[in-house]
């Protein structure tokens, strides 16, 4: 399971595990923000998470870090060839741990803004990791995106009626003891709740108060 400290890959880690035990997988670019790697830790203790590793990339740099770089429609959290790596090391997991599943926490707004999360992608990927590595051959590697046709606000509303521990996620781009609200991740976030007509437990705590 790719496992970051949001809404999405928590609702999908909730899904998950109602079926098989799940080893999450955790990445720590540059830049990232603490408070979302300690969420992604918190969520994990509280699902109950088999293993969950943290793989630090200190030179995998988001777009608005890299200078001069053109990242035409992508937002500037954009990170060149992500998901390549991201899912490569998620699959050398699985090799090492005999999973059969690799599962991403993307939505239908992600397929919209990012060619890596398409299903025509994801697909291609996942035959080429059968191809080049036997073990994932026999064991039948798939990729999979259990959200993949819902839209952030349904995530939301799906998260709440799972149980999910919204309260532990982190949504916000920045360092801080609260969510800003300004970035694009804390926007996005006020926006699903909003239309999902769910009011979210982080809107007025401050981050130390959230255990």
Same mark, same amino acid.
């Given at each position: 399971?790719?496992? @970051? ?17 799940? !080893?999450?997988?955790? +990445?720590?670019?540059? %830049? ?21 590793? =943290? ?11 890299? /200078?001069? =770089? ?9 990170? /060149? ?7 490569? +090391?998620?699959? #050398? ?7 059969? +599943?690799?599962?991403? %926490?993307?939505?239908? $707004? $992600? ?11 994801? #697909? ?20 999979? !995106? ?18 999910? /521990? *919204? ?35 982080? @809107?007025? *705590? /401050? !981050?130390?108060?959230?255990?």
């Amino acid at each position: 399971m790719l496992l @970051s400290g949001g809404i999405d890959s928590a609702t999908a880690l909730y899904l998950t595990r109602a079926t098989r035990g799940v !080893r999450a997988i955790t +990445f720590e670019h540059h %830049g990232i923000a603490r408070r979302e790697v300690e969420a992604a830790k918190a969520v994990g203790v509280r699902a109950g998470v088999l293993e969950h590793r =943290f793989v630090r990339l200190p030179d995998l740099r988001e777009a608005g870090d890299i /200078p001069g =770089f053109e990242r035409g429609r992508h937002p500037a959290t954009y990170i /060149p060839v992500r998901n390549s790596i991201f899912y490569s +090391f998620a699959a #050398s997991y699985a090799e090492e741990s005999g999973a059969s +599943f690799i599962v991403g %926490g993307h939505n239908k $707004d $992600d397929e919209n803004a990012f060619e890596d999360v398409s299903s025509e992608f994801l #697909s291609s990927l996942e035959e080429a990791l059968r191809i080049g590595y036997p073990a994932l051959q026999k064991n039948r590697l798939r990729i999979v !995106r259990p959200l993949r046709q819902k839209t952030k606000a349904e995530v939301v509303r799906l998260a709440a009626s799972l149980g999910v /521990p *919204l309260e532990l996620t982190w949504s916000c781009h920045r360092e801080g003891m609260v969510h800003c609200w300004k970035c694009d991740g804390c926007l996005s976030r006020r926006e699903a709740f909003r239309k999902a007509g769910i009011p979210d437990p982080v @809107s007025n *705590l /401050p !981050r130390e108060k959230i255990t």
